[in-house]
């Protein structure tokens, strides 16, 4: 996997293989079709001041060789690099780009099938035909429709250049001959960089025969800049939401719904416009959510109800049938089943028990400027509106919070706190005020 390049044109301090796509580095998305097809190894090529990239995929449980390259001379001259890795190697050695990260392990596959083909091709390119064929290498074919040559844009003829069957990078080689292949390459080019792509001259050249295989352009845009950073999002976005659906999920307006590459999202589950969702989420079946919701790292269990405008960070932990409503704020906590918040409220650290309510307006105080601290609720315990909950602080089952408490000592089981003061009153105030006053 080559991923030493610059990606000069991300103006960037981050390495370009590890700017997200659906909540996560690029790269791991790729890793991730590699997976599915077993790779003896990965080797991974980067440049020298990445640490950033290896450290993010063995962060993923990636198993991986890593070469430093330590100047950028070109793709032949990155794979040269793994030489040390690839001795001896004799099974087919995919290339791919890190920064080029829709491609399926689908079509993977068929690459690998074609280098089992039997005329024993040495090298099998993935091609394609783009609507823009700009820069991308051209792939000249003999008579018989194998792979003739790769001639790079800017050293093609007027005729190769309008060939409409393009280079992807993407390639299986023959790991007998590989190492052989690559040590012929010269930089005696335009770019004076050794390019990968020449070795389908070499492999011809020793009399071995080249194929390519066509792939599908959305599988197979490289990300150079944000621009194109973003159209692979949408992309992305869609084969994600497209899945949702198949699984039985309802999305009202599935434009504007966004997920991450790990969202689990249940069977019958309906979700409104304009929601988003960070990694980690799962939502399990008959789960509504409704409008304008940010929802990560939460698991929200069976028939409840969420939104609108509700927000779950990482660790909401949402009962089968609670009811989380609008400006509803949910961190590190566990609702049990039938738990209802409905307006305004922070619940952060907390655990709740069954069916308790959660009035408008309460809040957990759970940081004291030092420390976190818990909040125990007991089950069907009724919060009274606007009340503070000053962690650490147990507040018993059946119990009661009068609302505008400032609660800082447990509450006992079926009890009734209160801590608001006495309500004043003083008889025609209004009256006795106004008399005072001049109309100006
Ligand atoms: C390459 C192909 C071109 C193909 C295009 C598809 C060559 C010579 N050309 O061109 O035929 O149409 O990709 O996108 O191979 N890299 C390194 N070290 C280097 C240079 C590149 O690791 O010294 C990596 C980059 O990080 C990137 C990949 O190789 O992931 C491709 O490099 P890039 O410079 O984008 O190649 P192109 O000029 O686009
Ligand atoms: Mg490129």
Not at 8 to 19: A, E, G, Q, W
Not at 344 to 368: M, P, Q, S, V
Request: charged letters at 20%; proline letters at 3%.
């Amino acid at each position: 996997m080559l991923a030493a390049g610059l990606g000069t044109r991300m103006n960037s301090i981050l390495p370009k293989v590890l700017h997200p796509i659906a909540g996560r580095p690029m790269i791991l998305q790729l890793l991730d079709s590699l997976a599915e097809i077993e790779p003896d190894k990965i080797v991974l090529v980067i440049g020298p001041n990445m640490e950033l990239v290896s450290d993010a995929v063995a962060a993923a449980g990636y198993h991986f060789e890593i070469v430093i390259q330590q100047d950028r001379l070109g793709t032949g001259h990155a794979v040269q690099q793994a030489q040390k890795s690839l001795l001896g190697f004799k099974g087919n050695v995919l290339v791919l780009y890190g920064d080029s990260p829709l491609i399926t392990s689908k079509t993977l596959a068929k690459m690998l099938e074609a280098r089992s083909s039997q005329n024993n091709p040495a090298v099998v390119v993935l091609g394609f035909k783009p609507l823009d064929r700009g820069e991308y290498g051209r792939l000249v074919l003999d008579k018989t429709g194998n792979l003739e040559a790769i001639v790079e844009a800017t050293e093609a003829s007027e005729d190769e250049i309008l060939n409409d069957l393009c280079n992807s990078g993407v390639m299986v080689i023959d790991g007998t001959i590989l190492l052989e292949l690559v040590s012929k390459l010269s930089n005696k080019n335009i770019k004076g960089e050794f390019y990968l792509t020449d070795i389908i001259k070499i492999s011809r050249q020793c009399g071995r025969d080249c194929s390519v295989v066509e792939g599908d352009e959305e599988e197979l845009i490289g990300i150079n800049s944000r621009v194109e950073l973003a159209l692979v999002e949408t992309i992305i976005q869609d084969r994600l939401r497209e899945s949702a659906m198949e699984n039985g999920a309802t999305l009202n307006d599935p434009s504007s719904i966004y997920f991450s590459y790990d969202t689990k999202v249940g069977q019958d589950v309906t979700i409104g416009p304009n929601v988003v969702f960070g990694p980690g989420v799962e939502i399990c079946n008959g789960v509504t959510i409704l409008a304008f919701c940010h929802i990560e790292g939460a698991f929200i269990e069976e028939n409840a109800i969420i939104g609108p405008f509700a927000r779950l960070r990482p660790g909401a932990d949402i009962g089968e049938n609670v009811h989380i409503g609008n400006f509803v704020e949910i961190k590190n906590s566990t609702l049990a089943n039938g738990v209802k918040a409905n307006h305004l409220a922070y619940i952060g650290d907390t655990r709740i028990g069954e069916k308790a309510n959660i009035g408008a307006g309460t809040i957990t105080c759970n940081f004291d400027g030092f420390k976190k601290s818990m909040t125990e609720i007991g089950a069907r315990a009724f919060i009274g509106s606007n009340a503070a909950l000053v962690a650490p602080v147990k507040i018993g089952q059946d119990s009661t919070i009068g609302a505008g408490s400032v609660i800082t000592k447990d509450v006992e089981e079926g009890a009734l706190a209160i801590t608001r003061a006495k309500q004043k009153m003083v008889d025609n105030y209004v009256k006795k005020l106004r008399a005072t006053k001049v109309e100006k």
